[in-house]
């Protein structure tokens, strides 16, 4: 039984390292919508964010639309950059949350997961991490 359990546990793991290879990188440029606010997508799973690179403009205001795939694993999301005026850290579920900033400085901010079960890697050492490029 706990061969079983241990086997079920190393491919749970090991399909979470291989959707994060999937999305790792990819980058998205938000456009302004005509209301003058910047809106990006992001879909949050086994491990990764996609994009994991998101660039917004300078004194634009942001949503950034979070959702969660399925699955029981928790998973958050944390930038704290508040002399840029980007201060969150929101816990992911299935429902999606909407994620309200407008950066004040330009620059290169890092957002990441900050779960880890056990003696396991971190969610951000199996590479769920990211950056937030605002630019002028």
Do not use: W
Request: proline share 6%; aromatic share 8%.
């Amino acid at each position: 039984m706990r061969t079983g359990i241990l086997v079920v546990v190393m491919l749970l793991l090991g399909c979470g390292v291989a959707f994060a290879d999937q999305a790792a990188g990819k980058r998205v440029v938000a456009t302004v919508d005509p209301d003058g606010v910047q809106r990006v997508q992001m879909t949050v799973g086994g491990y990764y964010f996609d994009p994991s690179i998101v660039v917004v403009k300078v004194n634009v205001p942001v949503e950034l639309q979070v959702k969660k795939e399925g699955g029981v694993t928790p998973h958050n999301i944390v930038l704290k950059a508040p002399e840029a005026g980007i201060d969150f850290e929101e816990e992911l579920g299935g429902e999606g949350k909407v994620i309200r900033f407008t950066p004040t400085k330009v620059g290169s901010y890092p957002f990441e997961c900050t779960k880890r079960f056990l003696f396991f890697k971190s969610h951000k050492e199996r590479g769920m991490h990211g950056v937030l490029e605002v630019t002028p």
